[in-house]
């Protein structure tokens, strides 16, 4: 049966409670920790502030709602704007300056962020009879194992944890609650809940960092014996049982969501508007599918760039990446604006070799020296002895104009992605139908396309595209085609007229 909810408070004349479906099975589970949501516009947020307030009557209770960042706390509509509409009605107090509210029980609810696995221990020592997270699936795994050792209460209030978060394939959280998803490939649910396990609670211990599972405490008792005689070896008054955490995993759609499909219908239609991906994991809730959301490249546009007959031509460049042994293929390319309309390549090269096609290339097309542009790391800087006035490309140097990517690499490849995508570049047919190691460029590129991906942005939020060893796990080599095509961005961005009588800064272009 189910427990009763204890918050059901007056505003305006009008009730603020949970509704029914997805916010009433979510408050109203026995589990120790549950986990909620998997769709946009469930109302996880607003549940999850409804349940920290579930025992603010409690002399002592304390709860912490966490995010991954203040901003993300304190963002228009976020958890401190939506907090108020609650909050303020059973007479909490608001201490903006530290993010918490304080009740006449001396009770009080506290927002924080955890933004690196080193803010953990900031908490150490800490008893937090209610642990909540927003957006789960932002935080590492040790982030929740270790705020799980400091979810202790002394109040008289069970400790208890919960969270919510959106489908990510790759997280951790996907793992976790992978018994609760259809995990059969063939079967046309795959990826998504399984409605005859939604809320049924499992059990579980974490052993040798690996979450061990079972469909009761004695299972998992009996799984992790050897860990619990050690224990009890230590403390014979430890009780087993108690080393067992009960856990749940409730899903829940915008169309429980009865109240913001009311107030704001155009929320669906946003959503409904969004990539076939992007309305599997968000609008229906899907943990496995992925239809590579985490491509810079689309595919079909990709497509489009074999045609594209409208673009004209401009000035004429030459972009090289470079290769003298090995399996890496030498590719040169050149380029009548953004239509490539030749290409060169050789499975092995010796570096004359090189020096000899990059010459043929720009006397057969008329381009000046300073409009090559080649791959100085590793094989191609010997070029610089014998085509002076060429250009020097550095994948790893700082990101040109300012912009916030990771390198000059992953600006070329984004800006080169947002131009593909956009129907930016055109290929000749003449090109296309070159053949290499038995494909046609044709086929090398749209082979290659799987291989540039986004990265997660790092701890500074610079945008960038997945390494190179990646890119070989995906298609097995390296991306030559791509890594050329990419190249010819870095005329755009840096803006100058490329006159030989010029005086370039190398430190502002990117070379070096």
């Known amino acids: 049966m189910k427990t009763i909810i204890l918050i059901l408070l007056l505003m305006s004349g009008n009730a603020i409670k949970p509704q029914e479906g997805f916010q009433m099975d979510f408050l109203s589970t026995s589990a120790d920790v549950a986990i909620g949501g998997g769709a946009a516009g469930a109302g996880k947020t607003f549940t999850l502030l409804m349940e920290g307030g579930r025992n603010i009557g409690v002399n002592g209770y304390a709860g912490v709602i966490f995010r991954k960042t203040y901003p993300q706390i304190k963002a228009p509509g976020g958890l401190w704007d939506t907090s108020k509409l609650i909050y303020n009605v059973v007479r909490g107090r608001q201490i903006e300056s530290a993010h918490e509210w304080r009740f006449p029980c001396n009770s009080k609810i506290k927002f924080s962020h955890l933004e690196y696995e080193k803010n953990v221990y900031d908490w150490q020592g800490s008893q937090i009879p209610f642990i909540g997270m927003d957006e789960l699936t932002h935080f590492s795994e040790k982030m929740f194992t270790y705020l799980l050792s400091r979810n202790r209460s002394t109040c008289g209030v069970k400790p208890y944890f919960r969270a919510t978060c959106n489908p990510d394939p790759d997280s951790w959280v996907a793992d976790f609650i992978s018994w609760w998803i259809c995990q059969d490939d063939k079967s046309p649910l795959y990826g998504y809940p399984l409605a005859d396990r939604a809320g049924k609670l499992r059990y579980f211990m974490k052993e040798s960092d690996e979450f061990i599972w079972g469909d009761t405490k004695q299972e998992v008792i009996d799984k992790c014996q050897n860990t619990i ?4 070896e230590a403390d014979p008054e430890i009780n087993p049982q108690d080393l067992i955490k009960s856990a749940t995993f409730i899903p829940g759609d915008i169309y429980g969501n009865k109240e913001l499909l009311r107030k704001d219908p155009a929320y669906l239609a946003n959503l409904l508007a969004q990539s076939e991906e992007d309305q599997l994991r968000l609008l229906k809730g899907n943990w496995k599918i992925k239809l590579g959301g985490d491509d810079l490249i689309n595919f079909t546009k990709l497509k489009d760039c074999f045609g594209n007959e409208y673009l004209k031509g401009g000035r004429k460049f030459i972009t090289a990446d470079i290769a003298l042994k090995g399996s890496d293929l030498l590719v040169i390319g050149v380029w009548d604006g953004f239509r ?49 006035n060429a250009r020097a490309f550095k994948n790893g140097s700082k990101a040109l104009n300012g912009e916030n990517y990771k390198n000059l690499k992953c600006q070329c490849y984004f800006k080169m992605a947002d131009r593909i995508n956009k129907g930016g570049y055109s290929i000749a047919p003449e090109v296309l139908k070159k053949v290499v190691n038995g494909k046609t460029v044709e086929k090398h590129l749209i082979d290659e396309r799987r291989a540039i991906k986004r990265e997660k942005p790092d701890s500074d939020g610079k945008l960038a595209v997945i390494s190179k060893e990646k890119m070989k796990d995906i298609i097995k ?36």
């Open 340 to 388: 490539l309309i030749d290409i060169f390549i050789e499975s092995k090269s010796k570096g004359d070799k090189v020096i000899d096609t990059l010459k043929m290339a720009a006397r057969k097309y008329g381009i000046p020296q300073s409009h090559i542009l080649y791959d100085d790391d590793g094989a191609g800087s010997f070029i610089d002895g014998f085509i002076k």
């Open 229 to 232: 005689n050690e224990l009890l």
């Open 477 to 512: 080599h390296s991306p030559d085609f791509m890594d050329m095509w990419m190249m010819r961005e870095w005329f755009e961005m840096v803006n100058i007229l490329f006159d030989e009588s010029e005086n370039y800064s190398k430190q502002n272009l990117g070379i070096f």
